[in-house]
Structures are given as C-alpha cells and as structure tokens.
C-alpha cells in the first residue's frame, strides 16, 4: 500500500467512526493538553485566519513550559470537575490571555472554565464597541 493509498485508508477511517479514538484521547489529561497547545500556537501561526488579527505574531512559550504551567494544582483541579461532570463544555478549561495584547507566556496566562472565560470576553468586547461608539 502506497502512503497515498494509506492516508486515504485513514481518512476514510477516521470519517467512518467521526474520530472517535482521536476524541476519546483528547478526553485524557495529555490528548487534553496537546490539543490545547496546538490550538494556542495554530493562533499565533495565524492558521486560523479569522481571527489572526487578534493572535498573529504573538509569544508563545514553548511547548514543554506550557505543560510544566498546565500541572499546577488550579488545572488538575479543573480538570478534574470537568471530567466528574462529564465533560460538560461549560466547565471545560481553557487558557485565559490575561492582558489580549500580550501573547501565552507565563505570568499572562490563566486558567478558566469555558462559561468564564466567554463571559469575560463578552465584557471585553462590548467594552470595545461601546468605546468605539463614543468616539
């Protein structure tokens, strides 16, 4: 089999069962963190184009450092509440950019529930707007 035919073997696969060992990883505490990281550095990539504008460019600390961070007792607790209450996407923790202008780097990072962090971002955003209002 050529890695042509086997990449599309995988797809073909992954589609089948709507990538259910890939999910079922993520649900570990490491599948958790790598997907968690890869998504902060697919930002500051500006691989997700839609909102690069709000990412692009900035720091990232390195990859070990971010899972040396991710072990405090403040995650593994969250992590745990969100496992206990079955994954529900409220409690989900996410990591929160203390100041948006700076990049994930330690000391402007933290960790937050999903519901949390949303509603802070509303309030930022709605500060914004109201601010460009004004002018």
């Known amino acids: 089999m050529t890695r042509e035919e086997r990449n599309k073997h995988q797809r073909e696969y992954r589609h089948k069962t709507r990538n259910a060992c890939t999910n ?17 550095k697919s930002r500051v990539l500006g691989i997700q184009y839609r909102k690069a504008h709000l990412y692009k460019g ?6 070990e450092d971010f899972y040396e961070w991710s072990m405090s007792g403040e995650f593994l607790e969250m992590f745990k509440e969100w496992e206990e209450s ?9 990591v929160d950019r203390i100041d948006p202008k700076l990049g994930y780097v330690v000391g402007n990072m933290r960790w937050l529930t999903h519901s949390e962090n949303s509603r802070i971002g509303a309030i930022h955003k709605n500060l914004i707007c109201n601010n460009n209002n004004n002018d």
């Open 24 to 40: 079922k990883y993520e649900k570990t505490m490491s599948g958790f963190l790598m997907r968690k990281y890869r998504n902060m």
């Open 58 to 63: 900035k720091d990232i600390l390195p990859r």
């Open 86 to 94: 079955g994954y529900d996407r409220r409690l989900c923790p996410t």
